[in-house]
């Protein structure tokens, strides 16, 4: 078990943020054998990589706002994403010239094309299953270096679970659709990927995802108000049916009994209200 704090975005870099996660997991009754890492320190190896595909022709500059893709494209349904249409995959060198007067350009992956074979990414999900996407039509060329400089997630996340000899992602199911791509980067960069195994979602009643900018309840308000660590987990494990109404387990158990098929029997996300009526 790794753990990795991914905080190369300047505006979630927090290092008090990072030791209130690590203190969280620590309440929770997980532990790692690895880390923790700090992407922010790692920056020398993402740039590595993408040097490495530049060199290869993979790498092109992109010009195009937010808006302009937003403005050209409807977003994928899974996740939010925009496909993107090609707009700056051919520019001509006098044409990056001229736009780079204006703009600092971000750097975008060049995928096959949607006839070519080694652009269909086929994996067996461990919660969801045989999944099958072709790059140029689901995501189409996507980012590896934002405009500002900082390095994509694909990218850092692939490059981090490569020499790090991951070789198991398990994470929420929003994230199953990145799991192509970096699959793909995994390949280009001559490695084997990881397997995946995706989960459903704690979610507020309404379907949204929890988030620190909505003020949705956070594992430290409920600390305060008297809710145990075995008592998340036993709740958690009763979402799946691996424990009875009201019972409460530790981390420990909850690993004992776990099990994949529970997963795929269970795939709906569970809305906070129903999270916490598991236990009446």
């Given at each position: 078990m790794v753990l990795r704090i991914e905080d190369l975005d300047p505006r979630a870099k927090n290092a008090e943020r990072a030791r209130l996660v690590i203190e969280d997991l620590k309440w929770l009754g997980l532990d790692w054998d690895e880390g923790p890492y700090y992407q922010?320190?790692?920056?020398?190896?993402?740039?590595?990589?993408?040097?490495?595909?530049?060199?290869?022709?993979?790498v092109y500059p992109c010009f195009c706002t937010r808006s302009e893709l937003h403005a050209a494209s409807a977003p994928h349904a899974s996740d939010g994403t925009y496909v993107?249409?090609?707009?700056?995959?051919?520019?001509?060198?006098?044409?990056?010239?001229?736009?780079?007067?204006?703009?600092?350009?971000?750097?975008?992956?060049r995928v096959p094309e949607a006839d070519d074979?080694?652009?269909?990414?086929?994996?067996d999900d461990l919660g969801y299953g045989r999944r099958r996407?072709?790059?140029?039509?689901?995501?189409?060329?996507f980012l590896v270096r934002r405009s500002d400089g900082v390095i994509a997630y694909q990218l850092a996340v692939a490059v981090d679970d490569c020499l790090m000899g991951v070789n198991q992602v398990v994470r929420g199911?929003?994230?199953?659709?990145?799991?192509?791509?970096?699959?793909?980067?995994?390949?280009?960069?001559?490695?084997?990927?990881?397997?995946?195994?995706?989960?459903p979602l704690l979610v507020a009643s309404d379907g949204r995802r929890l988030a620190k900018r909505d003020r949705d309840m956070n594992l430290g308000e409920l600390q305060e108000v008297g809710i145990r660590p075995e008592d998340?987990?036993?709740?958690m494990a009763q979402a799946l049916d691996l424990a009875g109404r009201g019972e409460a387990i530790n981390a420990a158990?909850?690993?004992r009994r776990f099990s994949w098929q529970a997963i795929r029997d269970h795939r709906n996300d569970v809305t906070v209200d129903e999270f916490f009526s598991f236990s009446r």
């Open positions: 922010s320190e790692r920056i020398d190896a993402y740039n590595d990589a993408l040097e490495k595909l530049a060199e290869r022709g993979l993107y249409g090609g707009t700056c995959r051919n520019l001509t060198s006098r044409e990056i010239a001229e736009k780079s007067l204006s703009r600092q350009p971000a750097a975008r992956l074979p080694s652009g269909m990414i086929c994996f996407e072709v790059l140029a039509q689901d995501c189409g060329d199911r929003d994230l199953l659709s990145s799991s192509a791509r970096q699959i793909y980067l995994a390949r280009l960069l001559g490695f084997d990927p990881p397997h995946y195994g995706h989960v998340i987990i036993g709740r158990e909850f690993a």
